[in-house]
């Protein structure tokens, strides 16, 4: 695990006016990177986030502010997508951060030269944000307690915690095809379900959730047949991203006995465009959960002092829902939850160890996801199935509107940051996606 290096200073200040405001998401200790398309149309660019701007990574190599990059990271800049910068190393990419860092820095070679400035960089607000990557294989997790308790409370009163759980860390195989980015509508999915004893019927799902989760982009894999130690998980982590992994709670309550969700997860999994590089979240590193005095300690393979000790993300998760009634009256979004990731009981390394301790082999662009993130309180559940549980404790939003589940219309905001004294907040922009009725022709 690598210690904080000189993007992450406090001290650091951008001749983007924006950046330095400190509400802002982007500060220039963050510089996530993202794919965008100038003007909203055109050849889809590598860029990071500055501010209310982004700098684009072609245009900064053209001027020669990224020479002291290596030859072949620097070719990388100019796809079409991330993977391939995905997958160097983490020494890499922090060279790529440092080069970054000092162009757009106030100090900078460009800071006393505003048509240079112009010239690689570009307004966030008339860009077109893409996909960060082509995700080839993309794995969700199960590794809030409270999530899986709150669950297994609703269908298993009597055993709701099922006694795997707290040994080994719950995954299924996602769908990769179907995950879209932040701003994409998402189609009320039809599928099988059943009322009580009644025959099954086929119809759109009544019962349209979000959850709540941080994906983590793999970066650097590891060989088919090999293992990625605890210690070593975070040189293959790209960086950490929001996602919501759209449920349709009937349709899986139908579906997933005996081999776990599908249809009811498959048709949509929305993700934010921006990734946080490992280290611009270093300041944020916090120790992993500590276990209760009756709870097993992972076995060897799963545990590490290391991770123990700065295993943990301080990041910050709401939740909030704008409906078609809102939106029309010009209402602000109504915040349903709000969270910390930093609770899981397991790491996000932990899942990485497991994910490759069979010999599975992880590849540059794969996205793990966490599950959904829950606390204690009923305000930090991270999904409408437990804020409304099971639907029997309806919210009531700022237009008198009640929600058990999602109805048509119904906009699903997830926002996440990053706070410590002394630090910036960093941000993760917005995870955003919009309900549309069912294709029922």
């Known amino acids: 695990m690598m210690s904080a290096d000189r993007t992450v200073s406090p001290d650091l200040r951008s001749w983007v006016e ?25 050849e889809p660019r590598i860029g990071v986030a500055i501010g209310d701007r982004i700098a684009d990574m072609p245009a900064m190599l ?28 983490r020494e890499s990419i922090r060279r790529l951060r440092e080069a970054v860092s000092d162009a757009l820095s106030a100090g900078g ?58 040994w080994i860390p719950i995954g299924y195989h996602g769908r990769a095809s179907s995950i879209v980015v932040s701003g994409t509508d998402v189609r009320r999915p039809l599928g099988q379900t ?18 709540l989760e941080i994906g983590a982009f793999i970066g650097r894999g590891n060989a088919q047949g090999t293992r990625i130690p605890v210690d070593d998980a975070d040189d293959h982590i790209f960086g950490l991203c929001l996602v919501n992994d759209w449920s349709a709670r009937d349709i899986q309550a139908w579906e997933y ?47 590490s002092e290391r991770d123990q000790a700065t295993g943990g993300f301080a990041i910050t998760l709401e939740v909030s829902i704008l409906s078609a009634r809102m939106r029309d009256a010009r209402t602000a979004p109504h915040r349903v939850s709000i969270g910390a990731f930093n609770e899981m009981y397991w790491t996000t390394a932990q899942l990485i160890a497991h994910h490759t301790s069979n010999g599975c082999n992880l590849q540059p662009a794969d996205l793990l996801a966490s599950g959904t993130i829950s606390g204690p309180a009923k305000e930090s559940r991270g999904s409408l199935i437990e804020r409304t549980w099971r639907g029997t404790e309806p919210l009531t939003l700022p237009s008198g509107e009640t929600r058990a589940f999602l109805a ?15 630090h910036p907040r960093i941000g993760f922009g917005e995870c955003r996606g919009r309900v549309t009725p069912a294709d029922t022709a």
């Open 62 to 89: 053209d001027a020669g502010l990224l020479d002291s990059v290596e030859e072949n990271v620097q070719r990388a800049c100019r796809e079409r997508a991330l993977n391939s910068l995905m997958s160097f190393g």
């Open 18 to 42: 924006s950046a330095n405001d400190r509400r802002t998401d982007f500060p220039i200790q963050n510089l996530p990177f993202g794919v965008f398309e100038p003007d909203g149309n055109g």
């Open 194 to 211: 059943r009322d009580g004893d009644k025959p099954p019927s086929f119809g759109p799902t009544s019962r349209l959730d979000y959850e």
């Open 408 to 422: 048509d219309g119904d906009e699903v905001i997830i926002r996440g940051w990053c706070e410590r004294e002394g």
């Open 257 to 303: 006995q005996p081999l776990g969700p599908f249809l009811g997860k498959s048709f949509a999994t929305t993700l934010s465009p921006w990734v946080v590089t490992l280290d611009a979240l270093a300041p944020y590193r916090v120790p992993a959960r500590r276990r209760a005095s009756d709870d097993p300690q992972p076995l060897p393979y799963l545990l």
């Open 109 to 166: 070679p460009v800071a006393r030269d505003p048509s240079a400035q112009r010239r690689v960089t570009r307004s966030a607000g008339e860009a077109r944000v893409l996909a960060p990557a082509v995700i080839r294989d993309y794995t969700d997790f199960y590794a809030s307690i409270e999530h899986a308790t709150n669950l297994g409370s609703m269908f298993r009163p009597d055993n709701p915690l099922l006694p795997n759980y707290k």
